[in-house]
C-alpha cells in the first residue's frame, strides 16, 4: 500500500493527538501545526500569560525507488521525513521543564511503526531563549519563551 505525504503527515499527528502530552504540573499542553489558527484544546493564540505548548513541522524529503514495479506508476519510492517538535515554555521555569515536555513527544516516536510510517530515532535537543526561533507558520511572538526540541526521523512508501 502506498501512502502519500499528507496521509503519513496525519499518522504522526493522530499519533501525538492521541498521547496525554502533559507539563510537571499535569496540566495538558497544547500542540500547534503550521497554518492553523487554533491548537489542539482550541485556543486561537497565545495566552497572555506564558503557558506550555508544543510547535509541530512535518517535513519530507523526496525519495530514492526502493522497488520497480510492473510499469509506469507501480514503483516504490522510499520517502524520508523529519517531525521537528519544539516545546516551549514560560522563560524562568527551567530547560527541565521544556525537556521533559520533548521526550513525551520523543518517546511517541522511538522505533515506532505502523502500516503507514516507520519511526527510527528520536532525539531530543536542548534549546534556548524563544526570541532566537523563527519556526515557519507560528505567527505569534515566542520571546516570552524558552524551548527544547526534538526530531524524529522516519520514512514512508509511496507508490507511483
Known sequence: MGVTASQARQAVRSRIAN??????????????????????????????????FVYCEFLVQNGPIAAFGGGAGNNLYRNHARLVAYALVPKNTGLDEAEMIAEQIAA???????????????VVYPGGDGAALHPA???SPVGSYFYASTESSLVFDQIG
Open 137 to 139: 507558520g507560528l505567527s
Open 19 to 52: 498521547a496525554s502530552i502533559l507539563d510537571s504540573k499535569s496540566n495538558a499542553v497544547p500542540v500547534r501545526w503550521p497554518n492553523e489558527a487554533a491548537d489542539s484544546l482550541g485556543n486561537a493564540a497565545l495566552p497572555d500569560t506564558p503557558a506550555p
Open 108 to 122: 511517541l516516536f522511538r522505533s515506532y511503526r505502523d502500516d503507514t510510517i516507520t519511526c527510527f530515532e528520536a
